[in-house]
């Protein structure tokens, strides 16, 4: 199949077709340029370049980040040839909700998005007394292999662009603030990178999506740094980068064994650099931000949950400090075809007590939306019918 690019903007602006199509791709088959991926002076040139006064760059982010919304019809400030031309060529449609499936009385959200050239992800929205949580996709499949991980069987796809990521973001933000979730109106309070993909595998992505979501309105969406979760299996040399960023994001490290004979079968990135040196890259990033660093544990009955590895886990933490590290546990959700099921509660339970003995502030993590294979590592988005 040929695919049309995007056309050059027709001199008669009144007779745009707005495409909202599928079929409009960006170069070497990547997602379309959207006004997400602009920097705000890149978004003043693309406006300029379309013939449009300056200023409508900054109508459009409001619109899109404050008021969250890309359609033309709400932006009656802007004349009306004037929002179908910018709208036509600066939001292109990049995320197609194909299904949403509803659990815990619909405070648990899933969404399968359709990306323009048929790649497939999935979001996860969770509504709590006191927050809200949305959880992103950062790429299509993942290449990281983890064999308990429903994602790592899928192999990678490819990485989804900033856009495709802020959309994400951008639609749950939206469906909280129209009311959809019950509990009344409220706002996104809370992201992590801990759908499908390894957003440190898609660093520049992920960071430009970071610094839209933490920009103020109308810039971005306002959200705090420390309310944003990248979850990572360790890419050592990512973490140091995002040492240096600036920007206190809430690091997570998916450990899920202390010692590298079981990591290098549980997390297979681990014989490229060691549980050791991944730990060493936390608590950098730890000195650096300030911020306390999480360490994710599926505990897999009878592979990872045995009392001595809690111990060598608080060994290992506390070698490096104490404070800066906090360990969340969580059950297994065992993936379809996976020979592996969750810990004996009697068994988590010690595993829990033994960190908790070591001094390191433990807390299991919940499995919201477990019933609609919404919960941690089941994202696999479906294969057509
Ligand atoms: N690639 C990143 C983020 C995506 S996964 C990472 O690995 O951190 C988000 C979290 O879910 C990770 O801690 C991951 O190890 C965990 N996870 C994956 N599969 C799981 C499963 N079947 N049960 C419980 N947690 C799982």
Known sequence: MTVPTAAAAPSNPTSVALDFSASRRGPRGKPPRHFVDLTPEQRVQAVTDLGEKPFRAKQLATHYFTHLTADPAAMTDLPRASRDLLVADLFPQLLTAARTMQADGGTTVKTLWHLFDGAKV??????YPNRTTLCVSSQAGCGMACPFCATGQLGLTRNLSTAEIVEQVRAAARSLADGEVPGGPTRLSNLVFMGMGEPLANYKAVMETVRRLVAPTPDGLGMSARNITVSTVGLVPAIEKLTTEGVPVTLAVSLHAPDDELRDELVPINTRWSVDETLDAARRYFD??????????????????????ADLLGEKLNARGKGWVHCNPI????????????????VEDEFVARLRAHGVPTTIRDTRGSDIDGACGQLA?????
């Open 122 to 127: 999935e979001s996860v929205l969770m509504r």
């Open 331 to 346: 059950p297994l959700n065992p993936t379809p075809g996976s020979k592996w099921t969750a810990s004996d509660p009697a």
């Open 381 to 385: 988005a479906e294969e057509d019918e």
């Open 288 to 309: 650096v931000t300030g911020r306390r660093v999480s360490i994710e544990y599926a505990l897999i009955r009878d592979i990872n949950d045995h009392a001595w590895r």
